[in-house]
């Protein structure tokens, strides 16, 4: 063969063999396999030894051996998969390793390999996720205790859950039962008894744990004292890197509004009414412990990190804005957004072109959550990954819309939107004379445009840049 003439030809020299190694991974990306002697290369021949690699989810190395008899490389797009050896000369194997799956649903990727371009064969890898996950941690409660505190978990196996030892002052309601094998989002409902000791507060643990071995723990600690807006502003302080920020908030001093010692927050007598810090501070977190802030109106963000917004934001009642702009924000809008009903400005926008790198939000899922809230003036979600479709507005027999009466700015652009536009928003919009703005552009939307929109007084003006422009809409 003409491989083993090369072989004899370069010796066992590692300059020959390197040199072995040019020339053939040169040949191995052409179509004709003739060399300049005019002797034919071998057909390629090549294949995984194995079908398909199934993987625990531990972070591992593994060796994939495969058979070939000319040189080969492979490659793979997965991020969780590393390629520590990605060619060979003929028959062997190649390094990888993987990361820990921390998904509760297994996931899949591919390892392609080929000698020639254009003709690659592939490897299915398959790594088992942890089966069962909580989506919290840690639980704290005031002394008072809780009636009703909710824990979400997803679970694709059976499971059973205990107490640590001793633990009598909570009391576990289990969720709906599961169907193994699909991911079921589920919860367990804890009652937590009062705590009337004047030392300090108690900690407990809820361990979960699934049929398949994994065990997820829950860190619940519960105050000696009923906690106050002071006690959540410390929570949010010492969780979001209050040590680092540049304007520091000064417990020491009253529950005043003053600018020195509690910057970007308003107090009411002696209750947090709003926060709003919209110049870079460092703060890095989760807003939850701010959701009981019971007499919260106004809480806004700017170019920070936040987390996202939380399912406890419904607790906020008295919410009126919501901003976190441009603060590395993500996930779906919570259900509970829905209780906030006196909320009238809800923005999580990024700016089009100026956002500082690492601090773009990317909001997921869609808006319906907001169309429970009636009186909402202002959606300015723009340059997220939004999907799904629009808000549908409620409409009466008259085909008038009964919610979002309010609605001036409509600004979603740059998103995944699809669909249609539904019928009602150029009413709503249209009442806001030339302050309406309806922008929808650079989405996947679908359709005719509804003929309130086009019976818009700045429907002429806007609708080539706020509407056509990166949709598929028709007139």
């Known amino acids: ?185 589920s919860e367990l409902k804890l009652k937590i008894d009062p705590y009337k000791d004047v030392e300090d507060g108690r900690t407990a643990y809820l361990y979960l744990k699934g049929s398949n071995g994994v065990t997820d723990m829950l860190t619940i600690t519960q105050d000696k004292k009923p906690l106050e807006d002071i006690d959540y502003l410390r929570m949010f302080y010492e969780g979001a890197n209050g040590d680092n920020w540049v304007k520091k908030w000064n417990f020491d001093a009253p529950l005043e509004t003053n600018a020195t010692h509690w910057p970007g927050v308003k107090f009411e007598n002696g209750r947090v009414v709003q926060i709003d810090i919209q110049e870079p501070n460092n703060i890095v977190g989760d807003i939850t412990p701010l959701c009981e802030l019971s007499e919260l109106k106004v809480l806004k963000f700017k170019r920070q990190k936040i987390t996202g917004i939380p399912e406890e934001i419904g607790h906020l009642s008295q919410l009126t804005n919501l901003w976190i702009i441009e603060s590395a924000a ?24 100026a956002t500082p790198a690492g601090f773009e939000n990317s909001f997921s899922g869609n808006l319906d959550p907001l169309i429970k809230i009636p009186g909402i003036v202002t959606i300015k979600a723009y340059c997220n990954d939004l999907s799904g479709s629009l808000p549908v507005i409620p409409l009466d027999g008259s085909n008038k819309p009964t919610t979002w009466k309010n609605l001036m700015e409509f600004m979603v652009y740059d998103n995944g939107f699809n669909g249609s536009i539904p019928y009602g928003y150029g009413i709503v919009i249209e009442k806001s004379g030339s302050k309406g703005i309806f922008r929808v552009n650079d989405n996947q939307l679908s359709g005719q445009i509804p003929s309130d929109i086009k019976a818009w007084s700045q429907y002429a003006t806007r609708k080539k840049d706020w509407i056509l422009k990166g949709n598929n809409l028709t007139e």
Not at 161 to 172: F, K, R, V
Not at 335 to 352: K, R, V
Request: aromatic content about 6%; glycine content about 10%; hydrophobic content about 40%.
């Open 1 to 185: 063969m003409i491989l083993n003439r090369i072989l004899s030809l370069c010796g066992q020299s590692c300059i020959g063999r390197i040199g072995l190694l040019s020339l053939l991974i040169g040949l191995s990306g052409c179509q004709d396999f003739t060399d300049d002697t005019g002797m034919t290369l071998p057909e390629p021949d090549l294949k995984f030894v194995d079908e398909a690699l199934n993987l625990p989810l531990d972070e591992k190395e593994y060796t994939v051996d495969i058979e070939s008899n000319l040189p080969w490389r492979v490659k793979t797009s997965a991020a969780w998969i590393d390629l520590l050896t990605s060619n060979g000369l003929k028959s062997g194997s190649f390094k990888m390793s993987v990361t820990k799956n921390t998904d509760v649903a297994s996931r899949e990727a591919e390892i392609s390999a080929w000698i020639v371009e254009g003709a690659e064969i592939k490897l299915k890898v398959v790594q088992e996720g942890i089966g069962i996950a909580l989506k919290k941690r840690t639980l704290k409660v005031g002394a008072k205790g809780n009636e009703e505190e909710v824990i979400p978990f997803a679970t694709m196996v059976a499971y059973t859950y205990e107490l640590s030892e001793g633990c009598d002052w909570i009391h576990i309601t289990d969720g709906e039962p599961i169907t193994p094998g699909v991911v079921n989002e």
């Open 330 to 353: 993500g996930g779906s809008l919570p259900e509970s957004l829905g209780e906030c009903q006196l909320l009238t400005s809800f923005n999580i926008s990024n700016h089009p072109t």
